[in-house]
């Protein structure tokens, strides 16, 4: 059978033009998520001079303060340098790797360590890997309800695909085992999130060209606010304070028959409606209220 070969003018591509290589030995100091997406990242920086914690906030999307605090723990863990060259010595030499594009996907933290680690366990021929979610906890020192919810991220994200698997045991019962997953090519996942991205620009260009063309009409055709007038002919006296509202309901209350405060107009509303000027309510027979009095 003979063996095909790329066509001339066609450049094999290099792996190390589109991944990045991480040491497998990082699994073992447990590191927080943020940690790790910054050492990954200086792991995708490594041929590049130093790097300041503007430029890693940028890349990695945190704030300057964040990175430079998981800067100092990778420091004292002696995983990093003074300049940020990765500095992690191990005897084991091997490693995964990871593509370029992942900072491009602004993953959580959480996501992108749950993804790492699924690349890390892969079939490399057939791109699967079925860990349990406590194997998954255990191994990226997260929670189990916070490893699911990664994966469901990294499921609407389109990086991965997940199937539910079962299996019999010697009593032929069936039980339900773990996930299969499938490593999606990342290429899918970036083209997606620029559609989303191109799709959310249109509909802001919409909404402002909207706000522009109704402003454009409202100086045309200028008119009065609808409720003006409404206002204008409900309210024909001043609205009194609430203390002058309150205190004909208090004479009222203790049956006092003290001379009461004129200064609120009497109010015409007909039965059984609240009257907003004094806060009295008329009764089903009284439609002249006066100040805590009614008129039978």
């Known amino acids: ?166 299996y019999f045991d010697k009593c032929g019962m069936k039980w339900k085992g773990n996930n299969l997953y499938t490593i999606l090519p990342v290429r899918a996942a970036v083209d997606a999130l620029h559609r989303r991205q191109l799709r959310q620009l249109e509909l802001d260009a919409e909404r402002r060209r909207t706000l522009q063309k109704q402003k454009k009409y409202n100086n045309r055709h200028p008119r009065a606010a609808p409720c003006a007038t409404a206002v204008a002919e409900a309210t024909p006296w001043p609205i009194p304070t609430v203390q002058a509202a309150v205190r004909p309901l208090n004479a009222s209350v203790q049956g006092g028959d003290k001379e009461q405060d004129k200064s609120v107009p009497p109010c015409w509303r007909p039965a059984g409606h609240f009257c907003p000027q004094c806060g009295q309510f008329s009764g089903v027979r009284g439609d002249l209220i006066s100040e805590g009095k009614k008129s039978v």
């Open 1 to 166: 059978m003979r063996r095909r070969s790329t066509p001339i003018g066609w450049p094999r591509r290099d792996p190390r033009h589109y991944r990045f290589a991480i040491p497998n030995a990082v699994w073992e100091y447990q590191l927080r998520p943020a940690e790790f997406v910054i050492f990954s990242y200086l792991c995708y920086h490594r041929p590049s001079g130093t790097l300041t914690p503007e430029v890693i906030a940028t890349g990695v999307h945190m704030t300057a303060g964040t990175v430079k605090k998981y800067l100092d723990s990778l420091i004292a863990k002696k995983l990093i340098g003074e300049d940020g060259t990765p500095a992690l010595k191990s005897k084991d030499k091997k490693f995964f790797t990871l593509p370029n594009e992942v900072f491009l996907l602004r993953l959580s933290p959480s996501a992108f360590v749950v993804y790492a680690y699924l690349l890390l366990i892969e079939d490399r021929r057939t791109h699967t890997c079925h860990p349990s979610y406590n194997t998954i906890a255990a191994t990226t020192g997260l929670a189990k309800n916070t490893a699911m919810k990664s994966v469901s991220t990294l499921l609407e994200m389109g990086l991965i695909a997940v199937e539910s698997s079962s």
